[in-house]
T-cell receptor, first 115, second 115 residues
Framework: DVKVTQSSRYLVKRTGEKVFLECVQD?????MFWYRQDPGLGLRLIYF???????EKGDIPEGYSVSREKKERFSLILESASTNQTSMYLC??????????????FGPGTRLTVL | GNSVTQMEGPVTLSEEAFLTINCTYT??????LFWYVQYPGEGLQLLLK?????DKGSNKGFEATYRKETTSFHLEKGSVQVSDSAVYFC??????????????FGTGTSLTVIP
């Protein structure tokens, strides 16, 4: 089974702190994604990566950056956390770049609270 | 552009009732369509998918048919159980040149099944 793991299930940080959210997948997937999930807004794409050291902005990249140094790991960085970044963060991965058939596999999520 | 619109919730049903959650989409090409389910406190799991017009996806008693003429992918189940209580997301995936398949999610429909 594909497994996508996220470093923390719950995280509490203070305004202005630098926050790292880590995601690891174990199936050699090419694509990796970071979303945030908020009530009434569904899932919104923050960043995605289709290869090592490659990254693309999603719909809401402001206030975030990402890093993909190894194929299996995709990190989301909040440079200076703010209260409006309190949310559920979901990581996902998918196999082939070339096909729309391939589903995304999700991690369990990290619920981040910024005080 | 691409988008997914799904029926707003919350939906509350009695056990063994019939379920329909409506989903319509807008796409520029020939997308694949998905239903994901999110149980409380967890990430999203793939429920079913369909990759071309008139395909029917099915899993765990749930079904959805890819209708190109009405741009719809409605989720149905003949007899719901308490264990089906969750949030359901409709999504489409379309291949984007050079950066692979991107997903577009609906806002989610919360289902509660009461005994």
């Amino acid at each position: 089974d594909v497994k996508v793991t996220q470093s923390s299930r719950y995280l509490v940080k203070r305004t202005g702190e630098k926050v790292f959210l880590e995601c690891v997948q174990d199936m050699d997937h090419e694509n990796m994604f970071w979303y945030r999930q908020d009530p009434g807004l569904g899932l919104r794409l923050i960043y995605f990566s289709y290869d090592v050291k490659m990254k693309e902005k999603g719909d809401i990249p402001e206030g975030y950056s990402v890093s993909r140094e190894k194929k299996e790991r995709f990190s989301l960085i909040l440079e200076s956390a703010s209260t409006n970044q309190t949310s559920m963060y979901l990581c996902a991965s998918s196999f082939s770049v070339r096909s729309s058939y391939n589903e995304q596999f999700f991690g369990p999520g990290t619920r981040l609270t910024v005080l | 552009g691409n988008s997914v619109t799904q029926m707003e919730g919350p939906v509350t049903l009695s056990e063994e009732a019939f379920l329909t959650i409506n989903c319509t989409y807008t796409a520029t090409g020939y997308p694949s369509l998905f239903w994901y389910v999110q149980y409380p406190g967890e990430g999203l799991q793939l429920l079913l998918k369909a990759t071309k017009a008139d395909d029917k996806g099915s899993n765990k008693g749930f079904e959805a048919t890819y209708r190109k003429e009405t741009t719809s992918f409605h989720l149905e189940k003949g007899s719901v159980q308490v264990s089906d209580s969750a949030v359901y997301f409709c999504a489409l995936s379309e291949n984007v040149q050079n950066t692979g398949n991107q997903f577009y999610f609906g806002t989610g429909t919360s289902l509660t099944v009461i005994p």
